[in-house]
């Protein structure tokens, strides 16, 4: 790009009056600009720098670098870090790739002087990266005008059409060092007391207040035709807005596409509406026809369904179909009726032990990663942290957990498990008691009789994984506890019986028989047992649930694979089966694209 291209071209960048404060720069208004190519770039360094380097695949790799696979202008994106710092490019000494992740890739922009930045680059197949971005840097600049740790964002682009040729975030370096890498020096009181901070801090959250649901935007970020809400909380913040929920379901593998409602929301009952009707769609855009599940159930458990079940497919559209109408038919009645409980609440999407920073006194010094994040009713946003491993059987008590008795007489395997069980249900005993004490009206939300099983039916019903056994057992299970979830969400009727009023139960929409019911508990048996054992083969080979590996351990990772498909054909009973199984493995290339990624996670 010549030099004169280039003034003109930055002289086009719209400049909020709060910028100065704030110090992030919108891009939107750019006019289309071509990328120029990169031609003083090595082919090694071209490789380095838009490749994806960090791992292996053990299956779908060619898909999976593809996807990961971006070009875009470095040159340009330096230059233009430089000139909003105010520095001559002289300053400017390397731009590295940092870390690969699994929405964006991360590079380190560094000056000679030692001031750091951090560059992200969002992949394209991970959802609209425009709106990804303009999400994100809305949600960061609101929560950091409001105290909350969050980096700052230096410049930005929701516009891929410009010198640059791709969506991109510049944020300062976050201090610290992250909690994954502080946690396993810390005491008994530094956890409970990092632990209380982020109550605190999740908590100011929520007091937040939103008008409707959906997620916040910068309003010239968006298509002229979408639906947004104005959001002005603070001065200068008049282009804030809430739009669409960026919860990932609604744009995994072209869902946004279809022509369904992502928001804003201004009703509780259309968010939980809303996940049903897009799978639907779904449904009948992408998998007409087609018979997809959870492939190892089919391979290893069919042989133990009864005969009624051997007749039918295992998984056919036509259960999911059936299962979303029955949640649709339900739906008004898992929407409590108290208006504290459909509070609109913003959440951090993924609060983890990597996304959160602290300093030398382990103070949270930094909260990262807000890509995706979303206001939602009270009620759907409330529970546990991801950090929390929670435990079915004690979800909720406040009666501190036994220390594990007779480690001594365990050997180094159990031992550790049964003290990293333990220590999993104190962590979680200590945040239920700052929850309670510090945010009592959360408290009250996730100890309500209900709110863990409507919770489930709603994640159930958004997930993008075809196999529908866990959705159709939770709707056996509303139907058996109809009176308190009628009760609970106060959807009671009025009925006389003779001058006084009475409570009454309206009639559930819902109706199994027996046999469907043990069928669908025999399903969800099914379902878990063959995640378990999908887990315990992937733990064993070595791979996440996309077969992502390492470099230095891929060989072994092929190894051990080789090794479990001959072990697990050779206990197949006959070549009926060992047919099936062959079809249907989860580690090998699928045509069908996705079936291994998420189809199991």
Not at 13 to 42: C, G, M, N, Q
Not at 75 to 81: G, K, Q, V, W
Not at 154 to 161: G, P
Not at 480 to 496: A, F, K, S, V
Request: charged share 25%; net charge negative; hydrophobic share 40%.
């Amino acid at each position: 790009m010549s030099g004169n291209r280039f003034l003109e071209y930055l002289h086009r960048i719209h400049t909020d009056p709060w910028e100065r404060d704030y110090a992030y720069t919108p891009f939107h208004k750019l006019a289309p600009t071509p990328v120029e190519p990169e031609t003083s770039l090595s082919p090694e360094a071209r490789h380095e720098l838009f490749d994806y380097t960090t791992g292996k695949w053990l299956f779908n790799e060619k898909e999976r670098l593809k996807e990961r696979k971006h070009v875009f202008n470095i040159d340009a994106l330096i230059r233009l870090t430089a000139l909003k710092l105010g520095r001559p490019l002289a300053d400017f000494g390397d731009l590295v790739k940092m870390y690969e992740g699994r929405s964006n890739r991360i590079y380190h922009i560094g000056f000679i002087d030692g001031t750091e930045l951090i560059a992200r680059v969002p992949y394209r197949h991970t959802g609209p990266p425009a709106l990804a971005v303009s999400n994100e840097v809305a949600t960061m600049n609101l929560l950091r005008h409001l105290g909350f740790p969050v980096p700052r964002v230096i410049l930005y682009s929701a516009n891929a059409r410009t010198a640059v040729g791709a969506e991109f975030i510049v944020l300062e370096k976050q201090l610290g060092r992250k909690l994954s890498d502080a946690l396993p020096d810390m005491t008994r009181d530094q956890l409970g007391q990092l632990i209380e901070h982020l109550v605190h801090l999740e908590k100011q959250l929520a007091d937040i207040l939103f008008p409707v649901y959906g997620s916040l935007f910068y309003k010239s970020d968006l298509p002229k035709d979408m639906a947004t809400v104005p959001f002005s909380d603070a001065a200068g913040f008049q282009d804030l807005c809430i739009g669409p929920l960026m919860a990932p379901t609604n744009w995994y593998k072209g869902r946004n596409t279809l022509n369904v409602n992502c928001g804003p929301f201004q009703g509780a009952r259309q968010v939980m509406e809303s996940v049903g009707i897009r799978e639907l769609r779904a449904l009948d855009t992408f998998y007409q026809g087609q018979l997809v599940s959870r492939r190892v159930a089919r391979a290893a458990l069919n042989a133990n369904c009864d005969a009624e079940e051997e007749r039918m497919p295992m998984t056919q559209q036509e259960n999911k179909v059936e299962g979303l109408a029955d949640y649709l038919r339900i739906v008004q009645y898992l929407v409590p009726s108290d208006e504290w409980l459909l509070k609109p609440v913003l959440r951090h999407p993924k609060l983890i032990p990597r996304h959160i920073y602290v300093n030398d006194k382990l103070e949270v010094v930094g909260l990262l990663d807000w890509r995706y994040c979303c206001v939602m009713p009270r009620f759907l946003a409330a529970g546990s942290p991801e950090y929390l491993r929670c435990h079915d059987d004690q979800p909720h008590s406040l009666e501190e957990p036994e220390f594990p008795r007779g480690l001594e007489y365990m050997n180094r395997r159990s031992r550790d498990r049964a003290f990293e069980d333990w220590d999993d249900r104190w962590q979680h005993w200590v945040f239920m008691i700052a929850t309670q004490r510090i945010d009592p009206e959360r408290f009250r939300v996730f100890t309500r009789p209900s709110y863990c099983w409507v919770l489930k039916l709603f994640h159930d019903a958004a997930e993008f994984c075809e196999e529908n056994k866990t959705l159709r057992a939770g709707l056996v299970h509303a139907m058996r506890h109809w009176d308190e979830l009628i009760y609970d969400n106060g959807h009671t009727q009025t009925r006389m019986d003779g001058q006084y009023s009475l409570p009454a139960v309206p009639p559930c929409p819902l109706f199994f028989t027996e046999l469907e019911a043990q069928r669908a508990f025999r399903g969800l048996d099914r379902h878990d047992e063959a995640t378990h054992l999908l887990d315990n083969m992937r733990n064993h080979i070595g791979i996440d649930p996309d077969g992502w590996v390492s470099p230095r351990a891929y060989l072994e990772a092929v190894h051990r694979e080789a090794e479990i498909r001959r072990d697990f054909m050779a206990n197949l009973n006959t070549d009926a089966d060992r047919k099936r199984a062959a079809a249907c493995w989860p580690f090998a290339n699928c045509k069908a694209e996705g079936c291994n990624v998420l189809m199991f996670s």
